[in-house]
């Protein structure tokens, strides 16, 4: 009886299990933004490049301080060098020779001089070692100083980037979050537009059993069921594809299951003035400010191309332990000295007006990109306006034309019923109510996406997202 009551526990707990795993991951709109922050690779990638850019600017900041270099080598000479040099002996014999053939303590024999001749001589010792602490510090040097701006400013791009990183994966995310809720309620819509066909296909058997309508009726009935089926297939893949790429932005892995929490919520709100919002864009665009930027880094470097037109001067300080010895006893000496040192380049062959002719016109494509996106950015602030105002103005239409299309659907299947409608009628209602749902649901999504574009292009961010956006 114990072990009964334990397989059975044991039963239970494996299906708890299995339901716990089975569970899908539910995200909100906001839990799907917070988790790509958190989690898009793109987002990761401009992080990583903001921290590079810092240990660029830490790297450039150390160009400008002291250097300690310390040296030491031991050497052992298997063969010493040798030097042509005069021959010491011969120079002492013929030198004491001629001392005492002028003393007269000898009589004068030319034949006891020796030639005189060079003679390979070695004056190097077998064993060698030298220690050397040097002190380098930069008094003056252009590029050294242009180079530490440069940096900083190439942070602050680096900076802007990985704003506009987080906020293209909130935009994304926004389109991929709802472009899975379209698919969903229009899947809905097929599906009870199914419905409705199986329930008149149902009805109308019912009456054919009765002999109270024709084969004709039911044929057209049992035809338009089977019409809608591949649209309900085709749907549901669209709505697994949608859930696929919404996957790919949170990194979720796409054998996961998710769900998403949301509906499609339309707010009446005054739109700006095409005017002030291009202004606005202008300003605050992060694609355009991210250029411009990008344009004082390429000022940054015509100024260090010029710095090979400029000396660099340096202090410098050192101080050497070295020793020689031919059986390992040596003999140590110490030495030190302190001076500057002055360089200037004074011909490169025209190798840095070029360099600088170069960065010039990459800071001219620079300005060309910043104006070309201007306008990009300009017009698309127009564009999205324009859309704006023309799905707010059929929106109330498209909500009284579901309203009329589902009354004149009630209307035909209830006529059919009474005997005084036809099939056509019934046929013809439901397509024009799935229609009418459509044009509705996809209105109103057209208007979210593009709010949602609107508000990048003007470099605007949701309140409830800044703290993620901000954080650093």
């Known amino acids: 009886m114990s072990l009964s009551r334990m397989s059975i526990v044991g039963i239970l707990l494996c299906i708890i299990s299995i339901q716990l795993y089975a569970q899908k991951l539910t995200y909100t709109l906001e839990e799907a933004i917070t988790a790509a922050l958190k989690n898009n690779r793109d987002v990761i990638i401009s992080e990583m490049n903001v921290r590079k850019s810092e240990a660029a600017v830490d790297e450039a900041f150390g160009y400008a301080l002291p250097s300690l270099d310390i040296t030491a ?10 030097t042509a040099f005069p021959d010491f002996e011969a120079l002492l014999t013929n030198a004491t020779y001629n001392i005492l053939f002028d003393e007269n303590v000898l009589p004068r024999d030319d034949d006891k001089f020796k030639s005189m001749a060079t003679k390979l001589q070695s004056f190097a010792q077998t064993n060698s070692f030298e220690t050397k602490a040097q002190v380098t510090q930069i008094l003056f040097n252009s590029a050294v100083f242009r180079g530490i701006g440069a940096s ?14 987080k906020t293209n994966t909130i935009l994304n995310v926004k389109k991929a979050f709802y472009g ?34 024709s084969d004709f009726d039911a ?34 892995n796409l054998s996961d299951s998710i769900e998403v929490i949301g509906s499609f919520e339309y707010k009446d709100e005054e739109l700006p003035l095409i005017e002030d919002a291009s202004l606005l864009a202008l300003k605050n665009n992060l694609d355009i400010n991210s250029l411009r930027i990008k344009k004082n880094v390429d000022e940054e470097f015509i100024n260090i191309e010029r710095a090979d037109y400029w000396p660099t ?14 059986d390992w006893n040596f003999q140590t000496y110490n030495s030190s000295m302190v001076g500057v040192t002055f360089s200037l380049n004074l011909f490169k062959g025209g190798r ?17 990109q910043i104006s070309l996106t201007e306008d990009f950015i300009t017009s698309q602030v127009t564009v999205k306006i324009l859309d704006l105002k023309k799905v707010k103005s059929q929106i109330k239409a498209l909500n009284r034309n579901v309203e009329l299309a589902q009354k004149a659907y009630n209307i035909s299947t209830t006529r059919y019923k009474e005997g005084t409608g036809t099939q056509l009628e019934i046929k013809n209602a439901d397509v024009e109510l799935r229609s009418a749902k459509t044009n509705l649901i996809k209105s109103v999504h057209d208007y979210i996406i593009a709010e949602a574009e609107l508000d990048q292009l003007l470099g605007r961010v949701d309140s409830k997202y800044k703290n993620e956006i901000t954080e650093e």
């Not at 080598?73 to 040798?82: C, F, G, R, V």
């Open 352 to 368: 840095a007006a070029n360099r600088i002719e170069q960065a010039n016109i990459a800071t001219m494509q620079t300005q060309e």
């Open 219 to 252: 044929l057209q009935a049992e035809v338009q069921v089977e019409n809608i089926r591949p649209s309900v297939r085709e749907l549901e893949n669209t709505y697994l594809n949608a859930l696929n790429g919404l996957k790919i932005l949170l990194s979720v």
């Open 313 to 326: 001067i340096a202090a410098f300080g050192n101080y050497s332990y070295a020793g020689s010895s031919d």
């Open 152 to 165: 900083q400013i190439y942070l602050d791009l680096a900076k802007v980037q990985y704003e506009a990183a």
């Open 73 to 82: 080598n031991l050497a052992h000479m298997i063969e010493k060098p040798k």
């Open 180 to 213: 899975v809720l379209l698919s969903k309620e229009l899947l809905n819509i097929i599906k009870c537009s199914l419905i409705n066909a199986e329930e008149n296909l149902k009805n109308i058997n019912a009456l054919y059993e009765q002999g109270l309508t």
